[in-house]
């Protein structure tokens, strides 16, 4: 089981501002592009629940970050079903990341104390996922729910929500701001942070130094909410 705390993973997800999201069958890619983001200060880290034997590979890699990173908090995303989740819990994930609400899968989460962020698209849904006990709600797909507009008119009666848009993120200083602008808790990045050349050459050093320039960015625009 995870060594995180729920709360943990929230104040962790602030503090660090991004939330990369990655997934590759091949283990050595998936150590490597960890590795990468690491070195460039990104300590939340959401391995997508993807191919076939997904749960195996992230068994593997979380055990090597429990001993090569102990600070870092691995967790799962893509993950529509209470049973897969608990799969996942098992082997230590240090949240579940949906992109909707399964109320099952809250209580299975609950259950062990373990953060979990489901996809909301609505008022209501954000209001569902609180009551269910989500610290931090995913909204998803991001820009296409309303984008940073979306989260500064929910934040406007709800000024204590927790959001972390997905999709329609891109790790440049426009994009970015506009988003920590309109107050959200943190930001999941996918594959535009990891794009296919970069991958296929194995740069992981562009990786490092793309991390690194979007947490300073991230520091730039953060507001205190």
């Known amino acids: 089981m995870s060594k995180f705390s729920r709360i943990e ?6 503090e660090t501002g991004i939330v990369p999201v990655f997934y590759h069958s091949d283990a050595d890619v998936c150590r490597a592009v960890i590795q990468a983001c690491y070195g460039g200060g990104v300590r939340v880290f959401e391995f997508t629940n ?10 593997e890699l979380n055990k090597w970050a429990a001993v090569e990173h102990p600070d870092l908090m691995l967790g799962a995303g893509s993950v529509l079903d209470a049973a897969t989740a608990a799969i996942y819990i098992q082997l ?7 992109p909707l609400i ?19 698209g609505s008022v209501t849904e954000i209001g569902r996922a609180h009551e269910l006990g989500s610290e931090v709600v995913k909204i998803f797909p991001g820009a296409q729910v309303g ?3 979306f989260v500064s008119a929910v934040r406007g009666p709800m000024p204590w929500c927790s959001i972390m848009p997905t999709g329609g993120v891109s790790p440049d ?11 959200v808790h943190c930001v ?7 794009p296919k050349e970069v991958i296929a050459t194995r740069n992981w050093q562009a990786i490092t130094e793309k991390c690194r320039e979007v947490l300073e960015i991230v520091k730039k ?3 205190n909410n």
Request: one cysteine or more.
């Open 9 to 14: 993973v929230a104040l962790k997800m602030k």
């Open 50 to 59: 993807r191919g076939d034997f997904a749960h195996e590979l992230f068994s």
């Open 92 to 98: 230590g994930a240090a949240f579940i990341v949906s």
């Open 102 to 120: 399964d109320e099952e899968m809250a209580r299975v989460c609950n259950r062990r104390k373990v953060a979990w962020s489901p996809g909301c």
């Open 147 to 149: 984008g940073p507009a």
């Open 173 to 183: 200083e426009a994009n970015l701001a506009a988003w920590f602008k309109a107050g």
């Open 188 to 194: 999941g990045l996918g594959s535009q942070l990891f």
């Open 221 to 223: 625009y953060r507001i």
